[in-house]
């Protein structure tokens, strides 16, 4: 889907260890309402964009969020949201999104563990756990489709297998799940003891996870498990169906963000993502076109070593 990506701002109301962004992103001007109304109008006269998604920093706290959900409705766009989903714990914040965006639109949220202490370790708020977890319910209730989102890392690989159950446990099985490899950038990187961990390494829970999945499915749950950021190589091919391309990750139509000077701050259009199975092993590989690949920074951190060609 010919997609707009927006950030108004880098400023978020947690400092997760594996955050994509920067800390001094947080100092970046905010772009303003008109800036964002410009780029969504650019948007559609350019690329005919089907949807915009949000994300940050955190969203919701960008003053003008509403003014712009509400624009982006009116232009009879999708909408998508990446959010921690702690404003949403307030059932009057709740009731005013709705007002303006309805419950059609896409939200995904990440909890960093099942464990409540370690996920508030991770996002450096204490309580933010059961925040959320209320903020999520909350949306669902409305009816909002809402996906749970958790990134792999060196942290918290080992538990992976119990998370499943507590996500089959805690959401209704028309909630989504997706596994993420970590962008080792911003944050992230500057952690990477804590975030950063080979694909080889966190591959046997990976796997373990996924047959907890099929077990579930064969006791007739129905949860759509979507695994993205992992090349076809660190995975046994049985697993395979469960991989996705991220298509927006290899090239993205349009994207709009606060840069550190503001004289960059301009939407830009058809750019090469982060994301792809482009190292070097990859030239060689049968299954190129078929792999999701993984982030390129992520590649650069772990080595192209961790990528064995199909031939
Ligand atoms: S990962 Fe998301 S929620 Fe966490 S600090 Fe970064 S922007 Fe905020
Ligand atoms: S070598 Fe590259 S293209 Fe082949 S499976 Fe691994 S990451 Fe994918």
Redesign the pocket.
């Given at each position: 889907m010919k997609t707009l990506f927006i950030s108004p701002s880098y400023i978020c109301n947690e400092k997760c260890v594996f955050c994509p962004c920067a800390l001094n992103a947080r100092r970046y001007t905010q772009l303003t309402l008109d800036e964002l109304y410009d780029a969504v109008d650019k948007a559609i006269e350019k690329e005919s964009i089907e949807m915009v998604l949000i994300s940050g920093g955190e969203p919701t706290i960008y003053k003008g969020i509403l003014d712009l959900v509400s624009y982006i409705n009116r232009k009879g766009l999708k909408l998508g949201i990446l959010s921690n989903s702690l404003k949403f714990s307030d059932p009057e914040f709740l009731k005013r999104f709705i007002a303006v965006a309805g419950n059609e639109f896409e939200l995904t949220t990440a909890f960093h563990s099942f464990r409540e202490n370690e996920h508030d370790r991770v996002t450096s708020v204490l309580g933010s756990f059961q925040k959320s977890l209320l903020g999520v319910n909350n949306l669902i209730q409305a009816g909002v489709k809402v996906t749970i989102k958790h990134i792999i890392n060196n942290s918290t690989y080992q538990l992976l297998p119990e998370y499943v159950d507590w996500l089959y446990e805690t959401f209704p099985d028309n909630v989504p799940w997706v596994l993420c490899n970590i962008d080792l950038t911003g944050t992230a990187l500057t952690n990477k003891g804590d975030s950063s961990v080979p694909f080889s390494v966190s591959r046997p829970y990976l796997e373990n996870t996924l047959d907890k999945v099929v077990e579930y499915q064969r006791n007739g749950r129905n949860r759509i498990v979507r695994i993205f950021n992992t090349?076809?190589?660190?995975i046994d091919p049985y697993y395979w169906s469960f991989l996705q391309k991220y298509e927006s990750e290899e090239e993205m139509t349009a994207l709009y963000l606060p840069y550190e000077n503001p004289i960059d701050n301009k939407i830009r259009f058809n750019l090469k993502g982060d994301g792809g199975?482009n190292?070097k092993?990859?030239q060689e590989?049968?299954?190129?076109a078929q792999?999701?690949?993984?982030w390129k920074k992520t590649a650069e951190v772990l080595g192209e070593k961790s990528?064995?060609?199909?031939k």
């Open positions: 090349p076809l190589c660190c199975a190292f092993p990859c590989c049968i299954v190129q792999c999701p690949g993984t990528f064995i060609p199909f």
